[in-house]
């Protein structure tokens, strides 16, 4: 077992908001933070540039498509640490304390453009993950038709995906006031803004410093609160979905 208790884990963390988040838990989260890439060259590269600022964080390789390698993330955090404490899904899940799912204000957008039969299956408080995958594959499968528009969809398979990320992590806290309420793990879906990285260009806004003050925020809400959970949170405030 590691000599700290308390982890913080980071998806896809070796460059732009999942980088900026994993140097601000490091100040800031009392534990270990892991940051996560698939390519182990360019994550130790992420980690060196960290420490080289004075900061302290882990590193392990992390594939999301790949369920080997999320297999062997997992063994080594219950190994480790008995789990995990926080887990900030900026990739793209495991659970036991703070849950933070990066999504997109794109998606409140894409789900306002959707056809109202559509809006009210994605705004069900009563969908369950199987119904979100078989909305999925139809989008895919309408889109490959060429028919996605007339069937109701946006024009935005972007939008659509991160429709998917905002709703799951809505079915996954509904899930856990049901099964594990007693834990009291919060788990929410938020908007970074649009940062200036690699997919939103030189033209954004947002630092990735400042994008990563709302995933952070939710990260690191104090024990006891009880809420935001299972809400789209945008600028530290919750957002009606």
């Known amino acids: ?42 994550g130790q590269e992420a980690v060196k540039k960290l420490k080289d600022e004075g900061l302290n964080p882990l590193f392990h390789q992390l594939d999301i498509t790949d369920p080997q390698s999320i297999r062997t993330l997992r063994e080594y955090l219950k190994e480790q640490y008995g789990g995990v404490d926080v887990l900030v899904n900026n990739a793209g899940i495991a659970f036991k304390g703070r849950v933070v799912n990066v999504s997109s204000s794109v998606s409140v957008r894409s789900l306002k453009n959707c056809s109202p039969e559509l809006q009210e299956k994605f705004q069900s408080d009563k969908i369950t993950e ?6 999925m594959n139809k989008f895919v499968e309408d889109t490959k038709k060429g028919v996605h528009q007339k069937e109701g969809w946006p024009n935005t398979a972007y939008g659509v995906s991160k429709i998917g990320v905002t709703v799951l992590s809505r079915i996954h806290a509904r899930q856990l006031n049901e ?8 788990l929410n879906a938020c908007c970074p803004g649009w940062v200036r990285t690699d997919m939103a260009g030189p033209k954004a806004t947002k630092s990735i410093e400042e994008g990563a003050e709302t ?19 945008s600028e530290k405030m919750v957002e009606k979905w």
């Open 215 to 233: 995933p952070v925020y939710l990260a690191l809400l104090p024990p006891g609160v009880t809420e935001p959970h299972g809400q789209f949170v």
């Open 179 to 186: 099964q594990r309420k007693s834990d009291n793990i919060l």
């Open 130 to 135: 199987e119904e979100l995958v078989g909305l």
């Open 1 to 42: 077992m590691s000599s700290c208790s308390r982890v913080a884990v980071v998806t896809g963390s070796n460059k732009g908001i999942g980088f900026a988040i994993v140097r601000d838990l490091c100040k800031k989260f009392s534990g270990d933070v892991i940051l996560t890439s698939r390519n182990p060259t360019l």
